[in-house]
């Protein structure tokens, strides 16, 4: 809506009771703001060598979730790994799949993987798919032994050392 027709709008009177007014006014003293990201206030850093490239959106310190854009600069494989707790993915551009399954996810493909499993992501290069990563995920070599857990604080450090590395400014605005 453009904003001088929205200013012009006459404000409606609320139908909200005392108590349900007073309720969410607690969320100014208490509340999480709304945030908003533009697209060009993150950055893609190296995650598997120069093939898969990490884009943070969102790191969530206080429920563990780890939000955001896997690139696919160069065919890429991001080895044997399992979950702990869910994770939910979105493909926006190219191909991607797992070792494990017959599916190939494509643009607008939705993919929910849930904790328990081992699988192995290939992706074909150009692949961007929007991630909503929950918990940890376990990396385990081809005879099951665990070899790195990562989480949230995991992915944040990446993106830490690789901002002070360059000189680059940290965007702390992730981190809500
Ligand atoms: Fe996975």
Redesign the pocket.
């Given at each position: 809506m453009d904003r001088v027709v929205e200013s012009e709008t006459p404000k409606l009177e609320s139908l909200l009771s005392t108590e349900e007014r007073r309720i969410i006014s607690r969320h100014d003293v208490y509340g999480i703001r709304d945030q908003y990201v533009s697209a060009d206030e993150s950055l893609y850093h190296p995650f598997v060598g120069d093939d898969l490239l990490l884009k943070p959106l969102r790191f969530d310190l206080r429920n563990s979730l780890y939000v955001c854009i896997l690139w696919a600069k160069h065919p890429g494989v991001l080895g044997r790994?399992r979950?702990r707790s869910p994770?939910t993915a979105y493909t926006l551009e190219g191909a991607w799949r797992?070792a494990e399954y017959d599916w190939i996810a494509r643009p607008g493909d939705f993919v929910q993987?849930n904790p328990g499993v081992i699988?192995t992501?290939i992706a074909e290069q150009g692949m961007k798919t929007l991630f909503f990563v929950n918990g940890s995920?376990e990396f385990y070599d081809e005879r099951d032994a665990l070899q790195n857990t990562m989480d949230v604080f995991s992915f944040l450090d990446m993106y830490l050392c690789h901002c002070e590395a360059r000189g680059l400014a940290i965007n702390e605005r992730l981190i809500f």
């Open positions: 790994h979950h994770v797992y993987e699988h992501l995920l």
